[in-house]
């Protein structure tokens, strides 16, 4: 967990945070919400997986420090049982109130909460190249192989095992069906090209499943 501090540290410095304990402080508290017991997919896997995706195709965006910030903070209350865009809306909150403690310039604060909010729907304007990078990377496992992606399909399942199996089916295939009539999955040309068509892939297979 040291390198993951590490990479939160190094991202919050570069958006205008000051170094120190509190900014470490942050870090592991971020990181203890990413291990709550319930989580089942949205885990610091599922987080270093995002960074990961961000870190490789940082180049492609215009402020790749805000949207590291904003991968940490995506997820970072995540409760099965809330309704509709609770999570992102809460996450979002977090974040401004974390960021803004920590002296980040108010200006960053307010473009990562934007971003965080980014990821209810997935739908970004033309342009946003930030926002397009940030949806890409957590919609990355889309794209996984196969048998990959069938053991992400299984820990979202485990996530909502207080859902009855009809209902959740029924959830799970309207998910599903918005991403696929999503203008673009992927947003960053180089994503598209490869990740587009094994996604599209996955999810038909996994609708099939469900009705």
């Known amino acids: 967990m ?6 939160w540290r190094s991202a919050a410095r570069a958006a205008g945070a000051p170094d120190g304990p509190a900014l470490t402080g942050a870090g592991a508290e971020l990181l203890a919400r990413w291990r709550e017991p319930l989580r089942r997919y949205h885990t610091v896997r599922h987080l270093t997986a995002v960074l990961d995706v961000v870190d490789a195709y940082a180049e492609l965006a215009d402020r790749p420090d805000l949207v590291r910030l904003a991968a940490w903070c995506h997820d970072a209350v995540y409760d099965p049982r809330a309704a509709g865009d609770a999570n992102e809306r809460d996450s979002a909150a977090l974040a401004g109130t974390l960021l803004a403690g920590l002296r980040l310039p108010a200006a960053a604060v307010a473009e990562v909460r934007r971003l965080v909010l980014l990821t209810a729907g997935h739908a970004t304007a033309a342009g946003d190249r ?3 990078l940030l949806c890409d990377a957590d919609l990355a496992v889309l794209a996984a192989p196969p048998e990959e992606y069938d053991a992400y399909a299984a820990a979202v399942r485990a996530e909502y095992a207080h859902v009855p199996e009809p209902d959740f089916r029924a959830g799970r295939a309207r998910v599903l069906d918005a991403l696929l009539a999503l203008p673009a999955l992927y947003r960053l040309p180089p994503l598209a090209a490869r990740w ?3 996604a599209h892939a996955n999810l038909t297979r996994e609708l099939t499943t469900l009705r």
Do not use: P, Q
């Open 2 to 7: 040291t390198e993951l501090i590490d990479r």
């Open 196 to 198: 587009t068509d094994r």
């Open 130 to 132: 930030d926002g397009a």
